[in-house]
């Protein structure tokens, strides 16, 4: 079962920030969170991950809270290239290494 | 970068007859290719885990016999839907996974299998 629970769907506008939650209160300390998404009829794709500390690369910065139970993707300036299903996912490096997805988050860019 | 290619991406098939759908690791050896299934509105549901030159395991629910995987080189798995169905009608997703562990999770594009 998914260990991580998002909203059913956010809204945003183009040119604006947006920040997108994803709770994970069972975490383990050996599980790495990972970000996908999926745009329509596409395979997903990686977008970030990380382990304790806030990481950033050129799609996005992911945010982890100190007790690391939740986390944020943060999408600097959305684009309507963006309008995607987000996939907050544990990935257990000491276990099994298969991904399980949640029902992910729907997100929409106004323009 | 990794890629894996995913072919063909997209087939319409008659009822009973068997589809086959590859994927190829480029640019890095998978040593494990994850089947996954999306119908939809829904999320990807794992069917199978494969590693190379070893049986596939299945999820509870997948009928190994319907689904049958090979993952015969570091570098090609294959997922053959055998007698498809209509309600086998789904996107069918292969991951691939080799090298780093932590990120090394590579998919493919895709295949949206249609059974008439």
């Known amino acids: 079962d998914a260990k991580t629970t998002q909203p059913n769907s956010m809204e945003s506008n183009e040119e604006e920030p947006v920040h997108l939650p994803c709770n994970h209160s069972?975490?383990?300390?050996?599980?790495?969170i990972h970000w996908y998404r999926q745009l329509p009829s596409q395979g997903p794709e990686y977008v970030i991950h990380?382990?304790?500390s806030n990481v950033n690369n050129r799609m996005a910065s992911l945010a982890i809270a100190e007790d690391r139970k939740s986390s944020t993707l943060i999408l600097h300036r959305a684009t309507l290239r963006d309008a995607a299903v987000y996939y907050c996912?544990?990935?257990?490096?000491?276990?099994?290494?298969?991904?399980?997805f949640g029902k992910g988050m729907k997100l929409t860019v106004n323009p | 970068g990794a890629v894996v290619s995913q072919h063909p991406s997209w087939v319409i098939c008659k009822s009973g007859t068997s589809v086959k759908i590859e994927c190829r690791s480029l640019?890095?050896?998978?040593?494990?290719m994850f089947w996954y299934r999306q119908f939809p509105k829904q999320s990807l549901m794992l069917m199978a885990t494969?590693?190379?030159?070893?049986?596939?395991?299945?999820e509870q629910g997948v009928e190994k016999d319907k689904f049958l995987i090979n993952h015969a080189s570091l570098t090609l798995s294959t997922l053959t839907v055998t007698s498809a169905h209509p309600e086998d009608s789904s996107f069918y997703i292969c991951?691939?996974?080799?090298?780093?562990?932590?990120?090394?999770?590579?998919f493919g594009s895709g295949t949206r299998l249609t059974v008439v």
């Open positions: 991951v691939g996974a080799g090298g780093n562990r932590v990120y090394g999770y590579t």
């Open positions: 996912i544990l990935r257990d490096q000491g276990g099994s290494e298969k991904l399980v």
């Open positions: 069972t975490i383990s300390g050996t599980d790495y």
């Open positions: 494969s590693n190379e030159g070893s049986k596939a395991t299945y």
């Open positions: 990380g382990l304790t």
């Open positions: 640019d890095f050896q998978a040593t494990t």
